[in-house]
């Protein structure tokens, strides 16, 4: 007779409640390892300077619909989704190891598309593939990636850095990559229900690109570095605005407060919202993808930071042990709420 | 109307074909990549130790069977086939991060059985788990892990260093994981046509245990460094002692003579594969997943490495451009074929 074994769904956990659940049992044995589980990337002291490592796992159907996904763009995008992590921790990527398992419908010549975007996009941020493995999968296509980069024991940025009254910026646009995959959603259904109707996407081009080919702020890295910024915190924006700002709170430990009429969203994205009926905020805060960088800085940092070009300052970081709120053009004050994966 | 696109089976290059044609189409950029795709693992110059770097991936039904593999075994599994690889280039290892997609058929209990399996792994070989991504997928388990390791630059040993005379050596014995797997196989088809029958794998132990819960040969690795050997070239049997032999002979340009009655085959290798009727030296040559160091030594160090324990001397480098052959107990020499996986 087999005994009654106990089964807790995991969806009952969600993503953040997992990676908790294997933080908190796992111990570090090795003195170089200086952060482990818990941030954009691991961090690894070689002895001179550190190596910072991230890892992402992307699947067939639940990440990506390569009904209008090009494999190049999908190459490309795996590869920018680490690059991004290695830059959310102020670093500079350097190599990338690719793993796949793919299915007998994919032919030589579709892997070769597929790595003709890993290798666009090596190219773009200078980023080496060292390797990887590749396998046969039952069904659909699963793609790994670890990416590898380098930073100074200076200038190394974590979650956690973050301290009353720092300034919160944040680069770029946000839930333009969010609206460009509701766009690419309605065009396909509109296609299934009518093969003789063509997609019509010229008018969302921008939002469309950043869904489908997204690029990693390095650029940012670099304009920090030459401003002589030092980010008191970091990370890159994947499963959306709220979801980052409540990582940083959480590992700061602080309160933050940022401002509804601040979130950098553009014209199109407000245009398009509309037009499918949803709230830009909420697609700004909550929609993912956009792969920018959330950051912190000090207030003494504030006339440095306050002409950089593409990078907004959107709220403060409050006391200790206070809440995450979003501040509305009302003047309430609602506190955030996570988003992880809930694709189990 | 569509264009006519080319569309080339996976099967036509098969592994090793696939692995080149990625390598071919790679370039690097970075000063600190001193080795990237086409040996056991990459190689970091991190400015002072190297960092090797190894990647891979395991799909359900294609490298492992749940119905007699069980979650805490995988997980063991999983990170010794990368910890291995770590080995085989003369490297200590230290970190590893995990990517799992599995489907919602798991429950939170089985991840924890999994994750036990890793942290006992890790609690082995002295490695820290340092990170990772959890996602859902369609159907299935596929892990996908990277493993890190240092080593200094005067130790560090590639598959392509062998050179004509050196002693061609292999750890442990062989052929007794696929022996195993077939035993495995062979218990799981009686139950499945008569629930009824219990397997009966107490005669089998050590084969069983050689295909469910591997080692890596960290063991050497320190052995040689007290010994004062440093091998010339090094690779570990994953797929095969044959195909491994291949790979040191193309990438040293050398070739080589292994002799069948030298194989380090277990008593219960031969009686078993006698009972299933196959060859004991095909299963040696071809079983694969034996995770044993295959490694060269120059003729100098004869004298250190006859007397350590556990390491077998199966035959010579030869010339350049020579065969890689395998003397049989009649004294022909016939050449050693490849085998990867085979799978799509």
Redesign the interface.
Known sequence: MEKE?????????G?FG??E??KD??V???P??K???GDD??V?D????L?V???????????FDLSFMPLKHLGYKSAVVNISDIAAMNAIP??L?V????S?R???????EF?KGI?SA?ENY???????????????L?I?I?A?G?VTQEEVTYRSGAKENDIICVTGDLGASYLGLQVLKREKAVYLANPDMQPELSDFDYLVKRHLKPEARTDIIHELKEAGIKPTAMIDISDGLASELLHIAKESGHGLNIHSDKLPIDDLSFKTAEELNLDPTTCALNGGEDYELLFTVDQNDYEKIKYLPDITLIGYITAKGGDARLVTNTGDAIPLKAQG?Q??
Chains 1, 2 share one sequence.
């Not at 980023?127 to 659909?140: Q, R």
């Open positions: 074994v106990k089964k807790t769904d995991i969806g009952n956990l993503e997992l990676i659940r294997i049992s796992t570090t044995r090795n170089g390892t952060k482990g589980i990337a691991a690894i070689t002895g001179s300077n190596m490592v991230s890892s992402d796992i992307l699947v067939e159907e639940i990440h350097r190599q190891t793993n796949l398992a793919l007998n994919f032919s030589v010549e579709a892997i070769d790595y290798s090596c200078k980023v080496d593939l060292v390797g990887g493995d590749t396998s046969s999968s039952t069904s659909g699963i790994s670890t590898m380098e994966w694709h189990f």
